[in-house]
């Protein structure tokens, strides 16, 4: 199971999606999901409309490439139209190890056409992934209810040739045990090409890679 953090690894002295935070995921070797977006003609790190001192793309990826470039990183992407931006990032750090997710269709047909790796999603309000066979995987999502993600729907993804990426119940407010439990007891748990989207990451290595 590869692990990443959610917006780093973060705690009451690390604010989410933080240099201090990312450079302690990297430290730990987790690579990290975090949302990007533009500001001036640049991208910077921020979930919600970003505030004049926001953390730059630059930065963020001058530490990633400082610990090791080929840490996962999953770009949640908040705006549309960063094609270029992103694409122009990626080569100058040379990041390999990435996906793109969570944008809005056009621009995800979009980042496609433009050679970025793109993940789709499937959700219990979102039951039918869009633009499947040109995704390069899936972003498994439960807001309410993870009943569904059962390892036999994660298993038919991977035999398709997805990557899948879970977000782990505690993202939503929800206890994560049960459903790490269900994952822990299949076979699709050493799967290569899944990875789990936590808050908690260290205790996720733990239960998953003792």
């Not at 039918?128 to 498994?140: C, E, I, Q, S």
Request: charge should be negative; include cysteine.
């Amino acid at each position: 199971m590869i692990i990443l953090s959610h917006r780093g690894y973060w705690n009451e002295s690390r604010p989410k999606n933080s240099l201090e935070a990312f450079e302690h995921s990297f430290k730990m070797d987790f690579g990290t999901e975090t949302d990007f977006r533009d500001k001036d003609c640049q991208l910077v790190i921020s979930h919600d409309p970003p505030a004049a001192d926001a953390l730059t793309a630059d930065d963020f990826f001058r530490l990633l490439t400082a610990r090791n470039a080929s840490l996962p990183i999953a770009v949640n992407i908040k705006a549309d139209g960063l094609q270029l931006m992103l694409k122009h990032a990626l080569s100058k750090y040379g990041i390999e190890n990435y996906f793109l997710f969570d944008m809005s269709i056009p621009d995800a047909l979009a980042s496609i056409r433009a050679g970025l790796r793109v993940f789709t999603r499937q959700s219990d309000v979102e039951p039918v992934p869009n633009f499947y066979t040109m995704a390069a995987g899936v972003w498994m999502d439960a807001f309410s209810d993870d009943e569904w993600i059962t390892p036999e729907a994660i298993e038919f993804h991977l035999n398709s040739g997805k990557e899948v990426c879970l977000v782990s119940p505690e993202l939503h407010g929800r206890p994560h045990i049960p459903f790490w439990n269900r994952l822990r007891s299949s076979p699709i748990a050493n799967h290569p090409s899944l990875m789990l989207c936590s808050d908690i990451p260290e205790e996720a290595r733990n239960y998953f890679n003792p």
